[in-house]
């Protein structure tokens, strides 16, 4: 089994800054592209920013300038640093990564369980 477990969701007020964090555990072989997504209610999951073993990055273009992934990978831990917050960022956000567990002959997508961000006008 692979867990992923998100922190550092909250409520801030517009124009603040929270930084979420993902730590990967158990039986990981490898990790290899991690990611943060976003959700709201009746909505589908989106991208907002992914990161790459290498350190490679990706956004999502309303949060760009705003938003930096980063990770380490000795911890299999991935973090979101968001700053300058609106409402509309307000969302469950999800951690993701792709990865192969011990003895498993493929690599999977794994979730977090999320975590809410809340931003006030």
């Known amino acids: 089994q692979v867990q992923l477990v998100e922190s550092g969701g909250g409520l801030v007020q517009a124009g603040g800054s929270l930084r979420l964090s993902c730590a990967a555990s158990g039986s990981i072989f490898s990790i290899n592209t991690m990611g943060w997504f976003r959700q709201a209610p009746g909505k589908q999951r989106e991208l907002v920013a992914a990161?790459?073993?290498?350190?490679?990055?990706n956004y999502a273009d309303s949060v760009k300038g705003r938003f930096t992934i980063s990770r380490e990978n000795a911890k299999n831990t991935t973090y979101l640093q968001m700053n300058s917050l609106k409402p509309e960022d307000t969302d469950v956000y999800y951690c993701?990564?792709?990865?192969?567990?011990?003895?498993?002959?493929?690599?999977?997508?794994?979730w977090g369980q999320g975590t809410q961000v809340t931003v006030s006008s």
């Open positions: 993701g990564a792709g990865g192969r567990r011990f003895s498993a002959a493929r690599a999977e997508w794994f």
């Open positions: 990161i790459s073993s290498g350190g490679s990055t």
